[in-house]
């Protein structure tokens, strides 16, 4: 275990901030608690790392499999608005979101004022220091973003579910019920 803490500190030496004698390092370093509790949940689609890893890109692995964040502004769906189709799960195909219920919050990242029912998990989130909610895919567990409440934006919900365009696909509704009919018809 110290040998693992001495590695992972080497890799976070840029990271680190010295305040007088001390090195400090950010409380992400330390949030192993977090990921371990969600390693422990289940979810129906279930693959090796591996097998994410062939099927993902490099990014989407990184958002979805080990819960990391695009960069604000960069992800695609940011500044798209259609008011037609889903917003399903980059991983597993899974519709998460329809396409109505995304809205401009301007946060840097596409916002959803609501899930599908039973669509999305709501995880509580300790990292970094806060508590906030994670929102993953009820089907593979994907990390999509986070669910905030109460921050005033007018939506029936009163809630900005901030999720990660790597994290999703859109397909018009036309597209998707293609893609089921061609699943069908190799089953």
Aim: contains cysteine; proline residues 6%.
């Amino acid at each position: 275990m110290l040998r693992l803490f001495i590695r992972n500190a080497r890799q976070f030496t840029n990271t680190r901030r010295l305040v007088g004698n001390q090195v400090f390092f950010p409380v992400a370093f330390f949030s192993s608690k977090h990921q371990l509790k969600n390693h422990k949940m289940s979810f129906p689609l279930q693959k090796s790392e591996d097998e994410w890893r062939l099927q993902l890109s490099p990014e989407q692995f990184r958002v979805l499999r080990q819960k990391a964040t695009e960069p604000p502004g960069s992800g695609k769906y940011d500044k798209t608005f259609p008011t037609e189709g889903l917003f399903c799960c980059a991983g597993c195909g899974e519709p998460l979101y329809i396409a109505n219920s995304k809205f401009n919050s301007k946060c840097g990242w596409p916002a959803f004022f609501e899930a599908l029912p039973g669509k999305v998990k709501r995880i509580e989130d300790t990292s970094f220091g806060m508590t906030r909610t994670e929102a993953v895919c009820a089907n593979c567990g994907g990390h999509l973003g986070h669910i905030f409440k109460g921050e005033g934006y007018p939506t029936p919900t009163n809630e900005r579910h901030c999720i990660n365009s790597v994290s999703l696909r859109f397909h018009t509704e036309h597209t998707f019920l293609d893609g089921l009919e061609d699943a069908d018809k190799q089953d």
